[in-house]
């Protein structure tokens, strides 16, 4: 069975960091271009950022550029997020999930729990 | 970036009605080289994730009911619920795939009148 778990959220002050961590399992982790999506509370979902099978590339919305930093381990199965100098905004759930093919640029096709981020002082 | 706009934001359906729902891309997401349209629709229930529904714009995927049904091309696309159930009540996304920033619609709440 193809699965995605999110963890590392928790309660940060503001200015902390934090890193999040989403495990694969089920499916050739380093074929796939994997992404981060995140969803404040009672809101939309936001795309963040995506990265390729070998973590050679990676994209990123422009409201998280230079603070959040995506890569994967694949000899882990893992895909991480760093998220440095958070504010009261970034707080959300955040999802991982792939891309359906390994070709990329699909649409995405599992999509993990996610793990809520409090950004709170 | 594509900015998604869908529309209603909310919806109040009877059981067993007909449910319509509207996305608009602010510039086409259909890709001339084999014809498909790069947008998605999916189903959010509250504490659970995205399921999705609807791929290259009209294919529903495996095991989602024969009554969603996606069309529309370019800039302009409809997800219908045929007869709408009460396990339908959510909020309905679509997203383009088309270029990044990969971008979503701000949803619509769907719910039973």
């Known amino acids: 069975e193809v699965q995605l778990v999110e963890s590392g959220g928790g309660l940060v002050q503001p200015g902390g960091s934090l890193r999040l961590s989403c495990a694969a399992s089920g499916f050739t982790f380093s074929s796939y271009w994997m992404h981060w999506v995140r969803q404040a509370p009672g809101k939309g979902l936001v795309w963040v950022s995506r990265?390729?099978?070998?973590?050679?590339?990676?994209n990123y919305a422009d409201s998280v550029k230079g603070r959040f930093t995506i890569s994967r381990d694949n000899a882990k199965n893992t895909l991480y997020l760093q998220i440095n100098s958070l504010r009261a905004e970034d707080t959300a759930v955040y999802y991982c999930a792939r891309d359906m093919y390994t070709s990329g640029g699909d649409w995405f096709d599992p999509w993990g729990q996610g793990t809520l981020v409090i950004v709170s002082s | 970036d594509i900015v998604m706009t869908q529309s209603p934001d909310s919806l109040a359906v009877s059981l067993g009605e007909r449910a319509t729902i509207n996305c608009k891309s602010s510039?086409?997401?259909?890709?001339?080289?084999?014809?498909?349209?790069?947008l998605t629709w999916y189903q959010q229930k509250p504490g659970q994730p995205p399921k999705l529904l609807i791929y290259?714009?009209?294919t529903r995927d495996s095991g989602v009911p024969d009554r969603f049904s996606g069309s529309g091309s370019g800039t302009d696309f409809t997800l219908t619920i045929s007869s709408l159930q009460a396990d339908d009540v959510a909020v309905y996304y679509c997203q383009q795939y088309y270029s990044v920033p990969i971008t979503f619609g701000q949803g619509t709440r769907l719910e039973i009148k």
């Open positions: 510039q086409s997401v259909l890709y001339s080289s084999n014809n498909k349209n790069y």
């Open positions: 290259w714009a009209s």
């Open positions: 990265i390729n099978g070998d973590g050679t590339v990676t």
